[in-house]
């Protein structure tokens, strides 16, 4: 059997991104200073939303360029409009051959110099973890980018030796097979929930870990809102499991648009990773 040394790894860091080229630059510049070892092939992958094709763009996207020039590992995309997190992952997921995809939130900087070795080597050792998720704070302080779900799919800490019930997308390495057995993440869940549905339908086949020695400074939690939860809930559970939640966090309004929402997921039960149109980042709008 080959030793983790002897492998060609293929490690793709995406960051998604919108409107906030200072942090993401600083969240870049943490992943170019990571220690690469031989055995691993690395490259970064911002995921820029923009406002149109033909108006404003992020400014993220001429300074990911400029970037670029002095390291090609960056082969970031920007997409137009914003679809929410879980499809620019799937537009990651379909453009890179990558054996694992690291997720980091663009407001994060690594602190772990070894983090994305680490990570990739125990993926390597483990072959039945779908993902490893790593710290997130400053310093002693901070928390697992995994957790735990209560029966009512509430979020809830871990607890000592406790293997993660979901793993978060602001810090973790999901491997790539993984992901593409389930189709990607839903594009139904638009915030940063959509790892935590991916982890519920991995969870039948597939273990996930945390390193709490991989560190990566990051200060705000994770958007897991009261809607996300319903329509996770629906997915797991059914019309009835959500309804409550919806009355409760999401209003009459939104309880009553459900019915359509249930046709709409009758329809199309598991949704696979929809098309998403996705530009080259170094071309200007102007210039197509």
Same mark, same amino acid.
Request: hydrophobic share 40%; aromatic share 8%.
């Given at each position: ?20 080229? &200072? ?32 108006? =404003? ?19 970031? =995309? ?32 690594? +602190? ?15 072959s039945s973890v779908a993902a490893v998720a790593g710290w997130v ?23 000592? %030796?406790?293997?993660? %019930? ?7 390495? =999901?491997?790539? &097979? ?13 915030? +940063?929930?959509?790892?935590? &549905? ?27 809102? +009261? ?62």
């Amino acid at each position: 059997m080959k030793q983790p040394s002897e492998i060609t790894t293929h490690v793709s860091a995406v960051i998604v991104s919108y409107d906030q080229p &200072e942090a993401l630059r600083r969240c870049v510049e943490s992943l170019q200073a990571q220690v690469i070892p031989s055995w691993m092939r690395y490259s970064i992958q911002p995921e820029v939303y923009v406002g149109s094709r033909f108006g =404003w763009y992020d400014e993220s996207v001429m300074m990911l360029s400029k970037m670029r020039v002095d390291d090609h590992r960056i082969e970031g =995309w920007w997409l137009v409009g914003n679809a929410g997190p879980a499809v620019a992952r799937n537009v990651a997921l379909r453009q890179t051959t990558a054996d694992y995809l690291l997720f980091i939130d663009p407001a994060g900087s690594i +602190e772990s110099a070894h983090a994305v070795e680490e990570m990739a080597k125990f993926l390597n050792e483990n072959s039945s973890v779908a993902a490893v998720a790593g710290w997130v704070g400053h310093g002693d302080s901070g928390r697992a980018s995994a957790g735990a779900l209560t029966p009512k799919l509430q979020l809830r800490e871990l607890e000592v %030796g406790e293997a993660p %019930g979901y793993v978060a997308g602001c810090f973790s390495m =999901w491997r790539r &097979e993984a992901l593409l057995s389930i189709g990607g993440f839903d594009p139904h869940v638009r915030d +940063e929930a959509d790892t935590i &549905e991916a982890s519920l339908r991995l969870a039948e086949d597939w273990e996930f870990a945390l390193l709490p020695d991989v560190r990566a400074a990051l200060e705000r939690p994770l958007r897991y809102s +009261e809607r996300s939860r319903a329509y996770i809930t629906l997915k797991t559970r059914g019309t009835f499991g959500a309804l409550p939640i919806l009355f409760r966090g999401g209003g009459l309004l939104e309880a009553a648009a459900w019915p359509f929402r249930v046709v709409a997921r009758t329809l199309n039960p598991h949704p696979t990773m929809l098309p998403a149109e996705c530009i080259p980042p170094l071309e200007h709008p102007e210039d197509r």
